[in-house]
């Protein structure tokens, strides 16, 4: 890799699509930084990537926090040079409905989902504007459909929205928005619910496969809205 490979900005870059996408990337010559809240995953994620400090960095810090995303988009540019892309990935869901959930779980799942990706383009937008790069927002089929009840899937109809009103903010500056929706994919995100639905899930490569995929286009080309559900999801 060289001073002038692509930087990529992952935020819940330990586990995940994140660390599939991370990984992806890596492969593909890019210089990568990844986010996340526990530092002693972020630290084991590194070392099973085997990359070195000039091509993976990891940052600590809370995705909702606007002081550790500043931090986080400016100490990546300090020790890149630059930033091409950013995947805002980092979320989660308390598994649960407005009828019989736990109001005391709700409003950092809502941070979390919807602050954070708005706080990564905030304080991104400089540098993309520099690079021409792109924004790459996951979202989810829930996102898309109506669950009844579902407090996630507000949150995620919340990154839809968002990921169109960015787009129409930059696009006139070259930078590229993406959301990549997905459905039921095998990753820790069902942990808290008992584990994934047994129906067909996606996994975790897949869906990096086609955040990749996005980024990979060229400059003049803007892929605004990919859902991917598995073969046999009807929702």
Not at 83 to 106: E, I, K, M, R
Not at 116 to 127: F, K, N, Q, T
Request: hydrophobic fraction near 45%; charged fraction near 20%; glycine fraction near 10%.
């Amino acid at each position: 890799m060289t001073i002038t490979s692509p930087v990529t900005l992952i935020t819940g870059g330990s586990s995940g699509i994140g660390a599939a996408t991370a990984r992806r990337l890596l492969a593909d010559g890019h210089r990568v930084a990844v986010t996340g809240r526990a530092a002693e995953r972020l630290e084991k994620f590194a070392q099973e990537t085997g990359a070195t400090p000039d091509t993976l960095v990891t940052l600590p810090g809370d995705a909702a926090d606007h002081q550790a995303v500043a931090a986080a988009v400016s100490t990546t540019v300090e020790t890149f040079g630059r930033l091409d892309t950013v995947v805002a990935n980092a979320g989660y869901a308390t598994h649960d409905s407005l009828a019989d959930g736990d109001p005391a779980q709700w409003r950092d799942m809502v941070l979390t989902n919807v602050l954070g990706p708005a706080l990564l383009i905030h304080y991104a937008l400089p540098a993309l504007k520099k690079s021409r790069g792109r924004i790459v927002l996951i979202g989810s089929v829930a996102g898309v459909v109506y669950t009844p009840g579902n407090i996630y899937g507000a949150t995620k109809r919340a990154v839809t929205g968002l990921a169109e009103n960015t787009r129409r903010m930059v696009t006139g500056d070259g930078v590229g928005v993406t959301l990549v929706a997905s459905g039921r994919v095998e990753t820790a995100f069902w942990d808290a619910a008992g584990g994934a639905p047994e129906d067909l899930n996606l996994t975790a490569d897949q869906i990096a496969d086609s955040v990749v995929w996005a980024i990979r286009q060229p400059t003049e080309v803007d892929v605004n809205t990919v859902v991917i559900r598995p073969v046999g999801q009807t929702v």
